[in-house]
């Protein structure tokens, strides 16, 4: 399978929470992150985590890790149109100079 | 602080063609990545320079690939010849140092070729 997985779709209703969900087969990761890339533009880091930590909170962003089970989520709290976008989930490779493996991303759709 | 630039934004060829995109990282950004983003996945690492060196390039079709950072600053990539399967989005992107996790990738916009 995919190193990165991730569910290719999701919809929500502005002002509800989302929660995109990634899994990761590489169990040596030191870092995972989060990535959102807006139509036509580069990818923009929004957050990450220590393979250390269970939980990352940063205003309306909560990135949960579940090391035993190698499960990634990030919810975004109020979701807003301006959400909207592809989200991409990366695991940073140990000892390989900050490279980045990325899942497919999730493309987040937000409907009034 | 200006951002990473790439240029062309698009670009179309015919197979066997070849083709040059052109990036400039953000000023004093010492390690520079150029990735494949092929439609429908997320982008994969074809090389990466520290400074002016290559540190992998372990996924560069180096058959009809090849890449080069002169003085450390700007680089080009260049596909000759061209294949349909070179279809995709290539973003550069810029990072302060290496090996950092408080040393986030900045893309660029990226430069998306379609071969036809």
């Known amino acids: 399978g995919e190193d990165v997985e991730q569910s290719l779709f999701l919809s929500v209703r502005e002002g509800d929470s989302s929660v995109i969900n990634c899994t990761y087969t590489?169990?040596?990761?030191?870092?995972l992150y989060w990535y959102k890339q807006e139509p036509g533009a580069g990818l923009q880091l929004l957050t990450y985590i220590f393979s250390n930590m269970d939980m990352k909170q940063d205003q309306r962003l909560t990135v949960l890790l579940n090391k035993k089970d190698k499960h990634l989520s990030l919810r975004i709290a109020d979701t807003q149109t301006g959400d909207s976008a592809i989200y991409f989930c990366?695991?940073?490779?140990?000892?390989?100079?900050?490279?980045?493996?990325f899942g497919a991303g999730t493309r987040l759709a937000v409907h009034p | 602080e200006a951002g990473v630039a790439q240029s062309p934004r698009y670009k179309i060829i015919e197979k066997r063609q070849s083709v040059a995109f052109w990036c400039n990282p953000i000023s004093g950004h010492a390690t520079l990545y150029w990735y494949q983003q092929i439609l429908g996945q997320g982008p994969k690492l074809l090389i990466q320079f520290q400074n002016n060196g290559v540190v992998d390039d372990s996924q560069l079709p180096k058959d009809r690939f090849s890449a080069e950072r002169l003085k450390g600053v700007d680089s080009t990539l260049k596909i000759q010849p061209a294949k349909l399967e070179d279809s995709a989005v290539y973003l550069c992107?810029?990072?302060?140092?290496?090996?950092?996790?408080?040393?986030?990738?900045?893309f660029g916009n990226g430069t998306r070729l379609t071969v036809t």
């Open positions: 590489d169990s040596s990761s030191t870092y």
């Open positions: 992107a810029s990072s302060l140092r290496q090996g950092a996790y408080n040393s986030p990738l900045h």
């Open positions: 990366a695991r940073g490779v140990s000892g390989g100079y900050n490279k980045l493996i």
